[in-house]
T-cell receptor, first 114, second 113 residues
Framework: AQSVTQPDIHITVSEGASLELRCNYS??????LFWYVQSPGQGLQLLLK??????LVQGIKGFEAEFKRSQSSFNLRKPSVHWSDAAEYFC????????????FGAGTILRVKS | DGGITQSPKYLFRKEGQNVTLSCEQN?????MYWYRQDPGQGLRLIYY???????QKGDIAEGYSVSREKKESFPLTVTSAQKNPTAFYLC????????????FGPGTRLTVL
């Protein structure tokens, strides 16, 4: 079965520090990978996505993610966190072989210390 | 402005009552989705539709029903058969396929008393 694991439920970083959020997946097919962000009580917004090509992808708000096939990972990074980045972050995976749907991880809540 | 509208933002119902959550989009997207969000569990797919008059069950369809009579509308009914309906419900749409970005509505928080 397809699954997505975000090992960290909560992460706290200081403003200006670097950030890495982890995502591991288990899929029996070539995956399509996404990172979404959710502010409290709101819908989700796409940060970035990876389908093929360069394994380092750039997204909005200064975020980037690197696809590592050998590790089945798609970790999200940001060099310098801003207080406005405090939110919940979701990794999602899909594959054509499993239909037109995504499987989401449980999410990581990011807290930013000033 | 193009986007996805979900109404109402908050909904309260008594146990045993059916309730319908609204989702409307003016993005001209073919595909629409309903997700349920519970703390610590991420988003779980309830139903999705890739075209008008067609829809498929997601991972947790029991106790829910949907219709897709118009391209812009995808209402979700939470029936009395749903054992634990209190949750945050999110609707999304995309152009068509798995590689297309899903755009999310603001969500409806349903509380069953």
């Amino acid at each position: 079965a397809q699954s997505v694991t975000q090992p960290d439920i909560h992460i706290t970083v200081s403003e200006g520090a670097s950030l890495e959020l982890r995502c591991n997946y288990s899929y029996g097919a070539t995956p399509y990978l996404f990172w979404y962000v959710q502010s409290p009580g709101q819908g989700l917004q796409l940060l970035l996505k990876y389908f093929s090509g360069d394994t380092l992808v750039q997204g909005i708000k200064g975020f980037e993610a690197e696809f590592k096939r050998s590790q089945s990972s798609f970790n999200l990074r940001k060099p310098s966190v801003h207080w406005s980045d405090a939110a919940e972050y979701f990794c999602a995976v899909g594959a054509v072989e499993y239909g037109n749907k995504l499987v989401f991880g449980a999410g990581t809540i990011l807290r930013v210390k000033s | 402005d193009g986007g996805i509208t979900q109404s109402p933002k908050y909904l309260f119902r008594k146990e045993g009552q059916n309730v319908t959550l609204s989702c409307e989009q003016n993005l001209n997207h073919d595909a629409m989705y309903w997700y349920r969000q519970d703390p610590g569990q991420g988003l779980r797919l309830i139903y999705y539709s890739q075209i008008v008059n067609d829809f498929q069950k997601g991972d947790i369809a029991e106790g829910y029903s949907v219709s897709r009579e118009k391209k812009e509308s995808f209402p979700l009914t939470v029936t009395s058969a749903q054992k634990n309906p209190t949750a945050f419900y999110l609707c999304a749409s995309s152009i068509s396929g798995i590689t297309d970005t899903q755009y999310f509505g603001p969500g409806t928080r349903l509380t069953v008393l």
